[in-house]
């Protein structure tokens, strides 16, 4: 079964890639790795969650908005190399966490992120990864997300 038909059968869709908000490359290929820029839980050309952890939104709100985040990093993978078939292994995720104070659930918010990582590609999918609290992200967003992946190869 492809990624893409597994993203299907756990109900997702693959964006299309965000375009830049700034002065950077969504990503870069780099020898046989891709590493994204910071992706935000963009969907459909809008922020789909707004806040911080513990203040405005929840662990849970925060886990989903983790999931975008990382069909955006994908997304973002994909039009680098063609198909998210080339991706031989992930290697590192980091999460940044908008948290108010005294909230210590990173960790929790980014397992939406790794959890999807995990299902769609299975041991490919095993990760390095950082949960890092932050006081507040770009466009008031809760969640943002750098994947680095090994490739096979590149179109």
Known sequence: ?????????????????????????????????????GQLPFWQGELRYRGRLGEELTVAEGYEAAKLCVLNCLSVVEDI??????????????????????????????????DLLLALFGERGKHARSAVGVQGLPLGAPVEVELVVKVRSVR
């Open 81 to 114: 190399v063609g198909t998210l078939e080339e991706i031989e292994q992930v290697v590192k995720l980091t999460g940044f966490v908008a948290s108010g104070e005294g909230f210590t659930e990173q960790p929790r918010v980014l397992n939406g992120a790794s």
């Open 1 to 37: 079964m492809s990624i893409r038909e597994r993203l299907a059968e756990l109900g997702y869709i693959l964006p299309p890639p965000p375009r830049p908000v700034g002065a950077y490359a969504p990503g870069l290929l780099v020898g046989e790795f891709v590493w994204t820029s």
